[in-house]
């Protein structure tokens, strides 16, 4: 498939701080990206200079198979940061109206996509609001229809749902999908593992400036896999133990049970079957995103498979 962003060797250096080291991956087109990592980790600063807000040390930017051009490409993006940047004594409309025209929109055109979103996200009331008089999650609101109105090609959310209640969260996830699958591609970064599960496609961990992992989520997900399966019987046969498994855990009639190294999952379901049970349930368990990130940047696997990145 052809990608809307390759980086290549990026370096961003400071004084006493490499907050971008020898990053490198790509993105492809229609994909929900998510780029995690914990604070300092430099995602703020990888993503100013996809932006073109930073200029990187060294290293190139390829936007939809041409060198980015800071200055023309910038109307092919939209950004929305984590902080807000919003003029907080203009109206709403004015706002939108404005911020859409510097995206290169002509008027007309501005308050025709304006009000297809201002309908879509039910905010018509709010024209004549004043920003200063919104709440935190009103403004992530007006944020996200100012960052897509231009139909950007690239659109980057930094914490999107930040502030957001759950119908809001839900309504904004359902225009990132849609937005998706019209040909926008999304990068997505946030702290909130769960929802990169949810919603994300591929995902790259940063920490200390470098890439630690790079793969879709269902390949992360295996490759941190433990070999861990839940059983559910309808009642306990007189054996539990067998060479091929270990028992970790067990509640009541459900069994947490890790597989020996030689043997497959198999093997423990046959044998659980000839103890003469009904087997209810027989599921793999896979380790959440959570669980992988805080392993990786605490460092509880081992310093060689941390820092050998997962390629898809």
């Known amino acids: 498939m052809s990608k809307i962003l390759e980086l290549q060797q990026l370096r961003k250096y400071y004084a006493t701080q490499k907050a971008v080291d020898d990053i490198s991956f790509n993105i492809t087109k229609?994909?929900?990206?998510?780029?995690?990592g914990p604070n300092g980790a430099g995602k703020t600063t990888l993503l100013r200079m996809i932006t073109?807000?930073?200029?990187?040390?060294?290293?190139?930017?390829?936007l939809d198979g041409k060198k980015f051009d800071p200055i023309n490409d910038i109307v092919k993006i939209g950004y929305m940061p984590e902080e807000r940047g919003l003029y907080k004594k203009m109206k709403i409309g004015e706002q939108a109206l404005y911020l859409a025209q510097l995206k290169g929109l002509s008027r007309s055109e501005a308050?025709?996509?304006?009000?297809?979103?201002?309908?879509?996200?039910?905010?018509?009331?709010?024209?004549?609001?004043?920003v200063e008089d919104l709440s935190k999650g009103m403004s992530q609101k007006l944020q996200f229809v100012i960052t897509v109105l231009h139909e950007p090609k690239l659109i980057i959310l930094d914490e999107p749902?930040?502030?957001?209640?759950?119908?809001?969260a839900n309504l904004i996830k359902d225009e990132i999908y849609g937005l998706a699958q019209r040909g926008s591609t999304v990068i997505f970064s946030t702290?909130?593992?769960?929802?990169?599960?949810?919603?994300?496609?591929?995902i790259v961990l940063m920490n200390l400036g470098k890439k630690i992992l790079d793969g879709t989520v269902a390949d992360v997900k295996q490759q941190f896999k433990e070999n861990k399966f839940s059983i559910k019987l309808h009642e306990i046969p007189a054996l539990t133990t067998n060479e091929s498994?270990?028992?970790?855990?067990?509640?009541?009639?459900?069994?947490?049970?890790?597989?020996k190294e030689g043997f497959r999952s198999n093997d423990v379901l046959q044998f659980f079957l000839q103890q003469n049970v009904t087997v209810e349930?027989?599921?793999?368990?896979l380790p959440s995103l959570n669980d992988i990130f805080i392993q990786l940047v605490e460092g509880t696997k081992s310093v060689s498979r941390a820092f050998q990145p997962i390629q898809s």
């Open 30 to 36: 229609g994909s929900i990206f998510g780029l995690l």
């Open 52 to 62: 073109g807000i930073f200029y990187p040390d060294s290293g190139e930017i390829i």
């Open 111 to 130: 308050m025709e996509k304006i009000k297809f979103w201002f309908s879509r996200l039910e905010m018509e009331s709010w024209w004549n609001k004043k």
């Open 161 to 168: 749902f930040s502030g957001l209640d759950p119908v809001n």
């Open 191 to 202: 702290h909130r593992m769960e929802q990169v599960e949810e919603i994300c496609d591929h």
């Open 245 to 259: 498994f270990e028992i970790v855990d067990q509640k009541a009639n459900a069994f947490t049970v890790k597989i």
């Open 281 to 285: 349930g027989f599921n793999e368990i």
